[in-house]
């Protein structure tokens, strides 16, 4: 039987969002359930996954030449949704203690994967990134511009469909390339 205030993840984890621990996150969890995740609530012409998204991101942050640790937050920003769900922006905002929560558990991903997310440089690198991302996926997918001025943008982001597996299984190579612990060095 699961704990009430838990979530059963995909590895056959009991998780409990509102008290999460480090040990408890499994990135075959956070990629598997962002792969299956679609990005603007399915608001967009096909599915793009969160997963897809954060891979974009990512690769934007190699071409821009950053750092492995703003690649490895970019690939990560949207972990908490893994366990939490995604909820559009105007929703999060009416929401301050979902926003507690989400962040809560964010700062335990980050940790989880040595990313401080006190560092203010890496937090604003990627949401410079995140926002342009962003940007042009609603220009391809939903046919709108969201800001006035088209962001700065680096790469060439591919917003087709991939399959689920596919994308989940580039997610966790590209995890595994930018995560190094003294294990693996």
Do not use: W
């Amino acid at each position: 039987m699961i704990p009430e205030n838990c979530i059963y993840t995909y590895s056959g984890v009991s998780f409990s969002p509102l008290s999460p621990r480090k040990e408890d996150i499994s990135p075959v969890d956070i990629a598997h359930a962002l792969s299956y995740m679609c990005r603007a609530n399915g608001h967009f012409t096909g599915f793009y996954s969160v997963a897809q998204h954060c891979l974009a991101c990512e690769n934007e942050a190699r071409l821009r030449g950053y750092s492995r640790e703003i690649q490895l937050a970019c690939l990560l920003h949207d972990g908490s949704e893994a366990f939490i769900s995604d909820i559009t922006r105007p929703v999060k905002r009416g929401l301050p203690e979902y926003r507690e929560i989400e962040q809560r558990l964010q700062r335990v991903i980050y940790s989880r994967f040595g990313i401080s997310a006190d560092d203010e440089a890496v937090m604003k690198a990627v949401s410079e990134i995140d926002d342009a991302m962003l940007y042009y996926e609603f220009l391809e997918l939903g046919g709108l511009a969201l800001f006035e001025k088209a962001p700065y943008i680096v790469s060439k982001p591919d917003f087709g469909f991939v399959p689920f597996e596919t994308t989940e299984k580039a997610y966790l190579e590209a995890l595994n390339r930018l995560y190094i612990t003294e294990e693996t060095k």
